[in-house]
C-alpha cells in the first residue's frame, strides 16, 4: 500500500501535516529522470484530489521554456526553504516515488486543490539534484523560469501559535500606508508575531534574493494564510525596525516591481542585470545556502557583468568543482590575475597576497554616504601636492564601513578595495568601489601610470571573511595554518614572514597619516 496520513483539524479549520505511518509497497521504486533536451526545464503537474488524506500525486512535465518567448507562462514557481535534508516523505508519479522535505510536503498539501491540478517549478523536484551536470545548466535558467512565471509563491511554513496576528499586523499596516487617517497598529502582541515571523530561515536562504528579485507577481503563504507580496513590502516598510534583520529582501521584492522584466545576454539566457557581482556579494555574501557554491551561482543571475567576462572566469555554475576553486576564481575576478590567492575546503574565507598601495582612507560615514581622501599626489596649476575628496554612496552590507578604514590600489584590479588595518594584516570590508580614477577629482588629466604614489607598491597580506562578524575565530590559528613557503621567497620563514608583514602594513598605513 502507498503512505497513509494521519491529519487531523485545528481549532481554526487548518490541516496541519501529521507524522508519515510509513507502510510502504516494497514493489514501488523511485522515479528516475530521463535527460532534458537542450534549453528545456521539467515541470510538476500536482494532481487534485478531494480527499485531504490522500498522497501527493502529480506528472512531470518537459517544458521548452525558451520557445516561450517573452511573454509570462502559465505555471507559477515556488519559493521556500528546504529545511532538514531528511526526506521523510513521498511525491508519487505513477507507480513510483519521490522522496521530498517535511517543509516541501507541507506546502504541495496547501497547494493542492480539491478539483483542478495546478502546475508549478519546485526546484528539489524538477531538477535532479543527483545529476550535477545537469544541476548546474539548470541553475542557470533559475532567473528565467521564476521572470516567465505567471505567480512566484513565497512558502514560509506551516502556522505556529499567533501568527495569525503577524499577517494582520501587516496588512493592517499596508493599509495604514496608503490613509493618512490611519496610524499602524501599536499591539505589542502583534509586533511580537511579526518579529518571529520575520526569524523564519526563508528569509536568510540565498537563493530568495534571486527569485523575489525576478517575481512580477508573488505572493506570501504562512499555513492556510497568503498575503499579497506588495501590500507584505508595505506593511513592513511602517516598522523600520523589523527592516534591518531582512532589508536586502525587501529592498529587492520594493525594486522588483519597476524593474523592467530582464535582459537577454549575448548568450541568449537571462539575467535580471540588477548590480555587479562585486556589490552583490558585498550585499548578500552573509545569506545561508545548504550548498556553498550556491552562494556564488545564486547570484550570477542578477548580475550585470558581461556573460562572457564571468564564463572566462570560470564562474558559470558547475558542482563538479570543489568550493575553494570557486572561491579562488571569484576572488580572482575581482582583484584579478596578479594576485596570490589560498582558500580553504569548507571555509568561507580566503587569504590574499597583493601588490598594492593605499591610495586614501575614509574621511567621514554618513548612513551610506561614503567621503574617500585621496593621498595620491598629481600636480595641477593650484596646487602640486593637492589632495582630493570624493563622496560616494555604498550599498547596505553586513559590514559597515567606518571611519579611518583604508582605500586600496591593487595591481591588476579593475576597482579599489576598502580594507582595515590590523595586526598584521588587512580585512577587506567592501569589493565593490568606484575605480581609482573615479576616486580621484582633479582640475587637471589624471594619468594612473604617470602617479608617483603608484610605482611604489608593497606586499600586502589581506583577509576576506565572508563571516558575519568582523573576523573569523579560525584566523586565530592562521600563522599555523599559513603556508609562507607559497608567498615568500628564499629562507624567510615564520618569524621573518610576520615581520615582513607588519613591516609592510605599517608603511602602507603611514602614508595616510598626513591626510
Known amino acids: 500500500m ?134 548546474g545548466q539548470q541553475v542557470q535558467f533559475m532567473a528565467e523560469i521564476y521572470c516567465k512565471a505567471n505567480r512566484v509563491i513565497v512558502w514560509l511554513g506551516e502556522a505556529e501559535p499567533g501568527d495569525h496576528h503577524a499577517s494582520k499586523e501587516i496588512v493592517g499596516a499596508a493599509l495604514a500606508s496608503g490613509d493618512q487617517t490611519t496610524t499602524p497598529s501599536d499591539n505589542e502582541s502583534g509586533h511580537e508575531a511579526v518579529s518571529r515571523l520575520l526569524a523564519r530561515p526563508w528569509f536568510r ?127 580572482q575576478f575581482f582583484l584579478g590575475g596578479r594576485v596570490v590567492v589560498d582558500t580553504f575546503p569548507d571555509r568561507e574565507f580566503s587569504i590574499i597576497k597583493a601588490k598594492s598601495c593605499l591610495v586614501g582612507k575614509v574621511s567621514s560615514v554618513n548612513g551610506q554616504r ?19 575628496k570624493k563622496e560616494w554612496v555604498s550599498q547596505p552590507s553586513p559590514k559597515a564601513v567606518q571611519k579611518g578604514d583604508l582605500v586600496c590600489y591593487i595591481d591588476g584590479a579593475a576597482t579599489s578595495l576598502i580594507i582595515r588595518p590590523f595586526t598584521d594584516y588587512f580585512s577587506v570590508i567592501l569589493v565593490s568601489v568606484p575605480a581609482l580614477e573615479e576616486l580621484i577629482i582633479d582640475s587637471g588629466p589624471w594619468r594612473r601610470n604617470e602617479d608617483t604614489t603608484l610605482r611604489s607598491l608593497s606586499d600586502v597580506l589581506l583577509v576576506w571573511t565572508w563571516e558575519s562578524s568582523e573576523i573569523h575565530p579560525l584566523l586565530n590559528d592562521y600563522e599555523f595554518e599559513l603556508r609562507y613557503d607559497d608567498y615568500l621567497e628564499g629562507e624567510e620563514r615564520d618569524a621573518l614572514a610576520k615581520v615582513a608583514r607588519i613591516w609592510n602594513r605599517c608603511f602602507a598605513v603611514s602614508r595616510c597619516r598626513s591626510v
Open 2 to 135: 502507498p503512505i497513509v496520513l494521519s491529519v487531523d483539524r485545528r481549532a481554526d479549520g487548518t490541516k496541519p501535516v501529521s507524522e508519515v505511518v510509513r507502510r510502504q509497497d516494497p514493489k514501488l521504486s523511485q522515479h528516475h529522470y530521463s535527460k532534458l533536451l537542450p534549453g528545456n526545464i521539467r515541470l510538476l503537474h500536482l494532481l487534485p484530489d478531494e480527499d485531504d488524506k490522500a498522497p501527493i500525486q502529480c506528472q512531470l512535465l518537459e517544458y521548452a521554456l525558451q520557445k516561450t518567448g517573452k511573454r509570462a507562462c502559465l505555471y507559477e514557481a515556488l519559493s521556500y526553504c528546504w529545511g532538514s535534508s531528511d526526506k521523510p516523505y513521498r511525491a508519487f508519479i505513477g507507480e513510483r516515488y519521490l522522496p521530498i522535505t517535511s517543509n516541501l510536503y507541507a506546502a504541495l498539501l496547501r497547494l493542492r486543490d480539491r478539483f483542478i491540478g495546478r502546475v508549478l517549478w519546485v526546484d528539489s523536484i524538477c531538477i535532479d539534484q543527483e545529476d550535477t551536470e545537469e544541476r
Open 205 to 331: 536562504r540565498i537563493w530568495v534574493l534571486q527569485e523575489v528579485a525576478a517575481a512580477r507577481n508573488l505572493r506570501i503563504m504562512c499555513g492556510s494564510t497568503e498575503v499579497d507580496g506588495f501590500a507584505f513590502h508595505l506593511g513592513l516598510e511602517a516598522y523600520p525596525g523589523f527592516q534591518n534583520p531582512i532589508r536586502p529582501v525587501t529592498y529587492l521584492m520594493k525594486n522588483s516591481i519597476s524593474r523592467p522584466n530582464y535582459m537577454i545576454d549575448s548568450s541568449g539566457r537571462v539575467s535580471l542585470g540588477i548590480r555587479p557581482l562585486s556589490e552583490l556579494m558585498d550585499m548578500y555574501h552573509t545569506h545561508e545556502a545548504s550548498e556553498r557554491r550556491d552562494k556564488v551561482f545564486a547570484l550570477l543571475g542578477m548580475s550585470s557583468d558581461a556573460p562572457s567576462a564571468l564564463q572566462a572566469a570560470g564562474l558559470s555554475p558547475d558542482y563538479d568543482v570543489p568550493w575553494e576553486e570557486v572561491l579562488r576564481r571569484l576572488v
Open 370 to 388: 561614503v567621503t574617500t581622501t585621496s593621498t595620491t599626489r598629481r600636480p595641477t596649476s593650484q596646487d602640486p601636492l593637492a589632495w582630493s
